[in-house]
């Protein structure tokens, strides 16, 4: 069975306001999701029309979640769920409206996001979409962990995490992402974290808004402690494969190929992408042809100079 892709890029068709407060910051935020013409990308916008767009050349700092930006100046923190849910709903271009430095948490899910989308609907341009398609192994590694993509024909994620609570243990899933499986097996998975590192993170003037109603939390039995517990067997993987799904969306196109990662993290999610946009030799940008519509054929074609993936 080959690939299924869609032929033409896509926006909202409507406009989607999401209100919450930031995980870190524990401060009131509202998104609003604005539809954009094609090939606008996906491009976040505060109130005094300073922009930052959507793209790993400006990921300002990747610790606990992705930032863009400057954290010293403009930035927006914590646009991994937002992302993933842009990506695994199918949608490429939207104007993000932000009111403050840190994309609402909701329940700790891209789920909310979901909804929001799936209300606004999804409007099909007249250009075509374009890929990255993975064209050799690209690897990094840094200590016990590691991260690299392989060519393959669709987009999988092999995720698999390594933690001495017994609560978490060792987890992996092997994801073929499309709208159907995004929804069902990731969407719905919630950040977590621990109890015992609560004070250090509040001393560090993070972790602000998180709550057993954002996040999946460990107590000092090594238990999770929300009272409806999880809601998936193995959520805490399922979780690290959508930050690595948003994470990703950076590229600023839909690859095509297997991201696969070993106690990985946004970090290693954004080195292996830069490292993997650095080599013109490991990937090209595709796009499906009128022949092949129907078999998903695909064709090499030349990347515009203003591409957003060259870093």
């Not at 193995?234 to 600023?252: M, Y």
């Amino acid at each position: 069975m080959g690939l299924t892709l869609h032929e033409f890029q896509t926006t909202l068709a409507a406009r989607a306001r999401i209100e919450g407060i930031g995980v870190h910051s524990g401060l009131p935020v509202a998104v609003t999701l604005n539809p954009a013409d094609a090939d606008t990308g996906v491009i976040f916008q505060f109130d005094d029309g300073h922009e930052v767009r959507a793209l790993v050349s400006q990921i300002g700092a990747t610790d606990l979640s992705t930032m863009l930006g400057d954290r010293s100046g403009r930035h927006v923190a914590t646009v991994e769920h937002l992302m993933a849910a842009l990506l695994g709903v199918g949608i490429d271009n939207a104007i993000i409206d932000i009111d403050g430095g840190e994309v609402p948490v909701l329940d700790g899910s891209a789920a909310g996001f979901v909804d929001a989308i799936d209300q606004a609907g999804v409007e099909i341009l007249d250009i075509k979409r374009r890929y990255i398609r993975v064209v050799k192994p690209v690897r990094i590694d840094n200590g016990g962990s590691w991260a690299e993509f392989r060519p393959h024909d669709g987009t999988r994620f092999e995720i698999e995490i390594d933690f001495s609570c017994p609560a978490i243990g060792r987890q992996a899933l092997v994801l073929d992402l499309n709208g159907e499986s995004f929804r069902k097996e990731i969407s719905r998975a919630r950040t977590f974290g621990f109890m015992r590192d609560v004070e250090r993170l509040w001393a560090s003037g993070l972790a602000l808004g998180s709550s057993l109603e954002n996040s999946v939390v460990i107590g000092e039995q090594d238990q999770v402690i929300n009272m409806e517990g999880l809601r998936y067997r193995d959520e805490f993987v399922r979780h690290k494969t959508l930050d690595a799904v948003g994470d990703l969306a950076l590229a600023g196109a839909r690859f095509i190929g297997a991201f696969r990662s070993y106690r990985g993290g946004h970090k290693m999610n954004a080195l292996a992408l830069r490292r993997l946009l650095s080599d013109p030799t490991a990937f090209e940008i595709v796009e499906t042809s009128n022949r092949g519509r129907r078999r998903g054929e695909l064709t090499a074609v030349n990347a515009p100079v203003y591409a957003p993936w060259v870093l």
